[in-house]
């Protein structure tokens, strides 16, 4: 009968979860490689500083151009944002619109650069990446995590120089704060599991 409850008692507390708490501490997820590039779908913002009554949000076309208020169609796809706003100077003083034009770009929204989130989360998809965008939000734009994730193992793969790399995160480790939340990059796919009951 001893034995019967201390049985009893540690599936208690495995059912409870006070086992060992997971954290991130043991993996080693290669760093996201940053690709700050422009493509299609992309959406920025344009400044050309003094030049108030012009439209300042853009978007990149599927054929890799954006049509631009005094210059018209520019190819923008594969050019950083920085070299985006040098091509417009040198467009606006080429063709005598402004002598010394001041132009500011900053991407808003990496349309061309996915990330997918799957498995036990609300609204499972594709989203697009958003400068500086992490594992917690990634969630957070799929609506959050389900009744029955398991929020110690989340698969996230990650396209490396060596290939395909994938590791196995707690989410409850980076939202109680115990772990760092995870930066992402353009392609990572990130899977969460369902508990076991």
């Given amino acids: 009968m001893h034995s019967f409850r201390v049985v009893l008692t540690v599936l208690c507390l495995l ?12 993996v080693r997820l290669a760093p996201p490689m940053e690709s700050t590039t422009l493509g299609p779908g992309d959406l920025f913002q344009l400044q050309i500083v003094g030049e108030k009554d012009l439209p300042q949000e853009y978007q990149v ?12 169609t520019l ?20 063709k005598k619109i ?52 398991n929020k110690d193992r989340v698969n996230l793969t990650r396209r490396t120089k060596k290939g395909t790399q994938t590791v196995v ?18 392609g990572d796919q990130i899977y969460i599991h369902e508990r076991v009951f």
């Fill in 15 to 26: 059912a409870l979860g006070c086992g060992p708490r997971a954290d991130n501490s043991h």
């Fill in 61 to 72: 076309a599927s054929d890799g151009t954006v049509d631009l208020p005094y210059i018209q």
């Fill in 75 to 94: 190819t923008v796809s594969g050019l950083e944002p920085q070299e985006v706003a040098r091509l417009v100077r040198k467009t606006l003083i080429e």
């Fill in 98 to 149: 402004l002598t010394d034009p001041s132009v500011v770009v900053s991407v808003k929204e990496y349309n061309s650069k996915r990330i997918t989130v799957l498995g036990q989360v609300q609204k499972p998809g594709s989203f697009p990446l958003t400068p500086g965008m992490t594992l917690i939000q990634a969630i957070s734009l799929s609506g959050g995590l389900t009744s029955i994730a």
């Fill in 169 to 186: 995160l707690s989410v409850e480790s980076i939202t109680e704060g115990r772990s760092q939340d995870i930066p992402l990059q353009a």
